[in-house]
């Protein structure tokens, strides 16, 4: 492969995925571009540019932005306002027109390149009701997901690629699945190689997490920073849980995928942590404490929030079993790695101190 562009390449996992291709692939450029949307994204300017990755201000929005990359062989979909409460509490307009049509834009130029592509979706294009009102055991730190369920595609195991999709998903849930749809058409009538992974919770060093949007990082910060915490929904005793993939585990998955995208390029990959990593918010209390030596006052609120669930775990059996990929960082593996990033780093800690 000559030509990698990784669109939104300046936030948490398209710099991280730039930066490992750079260094473990033989990949001749890699071009990243990104519109400094998010905050902290320009921290990892210095890095992409220590690795010799060319840096585009450019917006996916606007296709003229897309085209200043040039020839591309591949490109990695990264950009996103990828937060749940975005799409209520924020700039609708600003997360439709990104996360769809940009990825649509990103299609466009693949089309027009003969080019394959990733796209990073979610674990948020399920449907939300379905999962409310799922089967839980209640136990003394966390909801488990019963193994007994109404509903095909969920199981003890998780929610697998076989969960219906009828039902309202959040609007960032729904961006996200509208996107996915024009991604299959685009793979089906131009016979592009399009991969796409549905990701759970993605966590790990150089995510510059807030209270809607990357919760390990945001967790671990207050209690380095000895900030109030507030488990909010679900009774308010932080026993809602969520698998966490760590960003090294994904790039595996991306760097398989590179290898024979045709391969990969059919149906749908949940790529997730699995119920081995997952972790209620009353379990990473506990952790955060540990690797800081801190502990925080955490407030309850009992009231569950806009478009909120109880338990997400990825059921990634078919992505295992097709490919043999399978995550292997732990919880307090992901934790212990975005302490040492921060303690390392002034400048990160000044944006989420
Ligand atoms: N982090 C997670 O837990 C998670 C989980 C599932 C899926 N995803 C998906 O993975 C992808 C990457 O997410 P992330 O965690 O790295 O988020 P991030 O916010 O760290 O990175 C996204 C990047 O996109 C840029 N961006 C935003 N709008 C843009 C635009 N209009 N044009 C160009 N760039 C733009 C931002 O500046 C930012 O650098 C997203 O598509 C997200 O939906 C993330």
């Not at 669109?7 to 948490?12: L, Q, S, V, W």
């Not at 509208?178 to 919770?201: H, K, T, W």
């Not at 995928?257 to 506990?286: C, H, M, Y």
Request: hydrophobic share 40%; net charge positive.
């Amino acid at each position: 492969m000559k030509r990698i562009l990784i669109t939104g390449g300046a936030g948490f996992v398209g710099s991280n995925i730039a930066v490992a291709l750079k260094q473990h692939m033989s990949v001749a450029e890699i071009v990243v571009l990104d519109n400094l949307y998010r905050k902290g994204s320009s921290l990892n300017l210095p890095r992409l540019e220590k690795n010799g990755i060319k840096f585009i201000k450019g917006d996916v929005r606007n296709p003229q932005d897309i085209a200043t990359a040039g020839k591309i062989d591949f490109l990695i979909e990264c950009s996103a306002e990828p937060s749940v409460l975005a799409g209520k509490d924020g700039d609708t307009d600003y997360l439709v027109q990104t996360n769809l049509y940009g990825a649509i834009n990103c299609a466009e130029y693949c089309r027009k390149n003969n080019a394959g592509m990733i796209f990073l979706s979610t674990s948020r294009v399920y449907p939300i009701d379905p999962l409310l009102n799922c089967k839980l055991v209640e136990k003394s730190s966390r909801f488990e997901l019963s193994d007994k369920q109404d509903v095909p595609g969920l199981s003890s195991k998780g929610v697998s690629e076989e969960f219906p999709m009828t039902g309202a998903r959040s609007i960032y849930g729904a961006t996200k699945y509208a996107a996915e749809i024009m991604l299959e058409e685009y793979r089906q009538a131009f016979s592009l190689p399009i991969v796409i992974n549905r990701c759970g919770v993605i966590a790990g060093p150089w995510q510059f997490g807030k209270v809607d949007q990357g919760i390990a990082v945001f967790w671990l910060a207050s209690h380095m920073f000895e900030k109030p915490l507030k488990y909010i929904g679900f009774g308010g005793a932080g026993k809602q849980v969520r698998d966490m993939v760590h960003i090294d585990d994904l790039i595996k998955l991306v760097i398989l995928q590179l290898s024979d995208p045709a391969k990969f390029a059919k149906g749908i990959w949940n790529a997730g942590g699995g119920r081995n990593i997952s972790v209620s918010l009353l379990e990473l209390t506990e952790i955060c404490s540990r690797i800081t030596g801190n502990k925080v006052q955490i407030g309850s609120e009992p009231q569950t929030r806009y478009a909120d669930i109880p338990v997400y775990i990825s059921d990634t059996r078919k992505l295992n079993s097709f490919c043999g990929w399978k995550p292997a960082k732990s919880i307090e593996k992901i934790i212990e790695d975005i302490h040492n990033w921060l303690k390392d780093n002034k400048e990160a800690r000044q944006v989420l101190g």
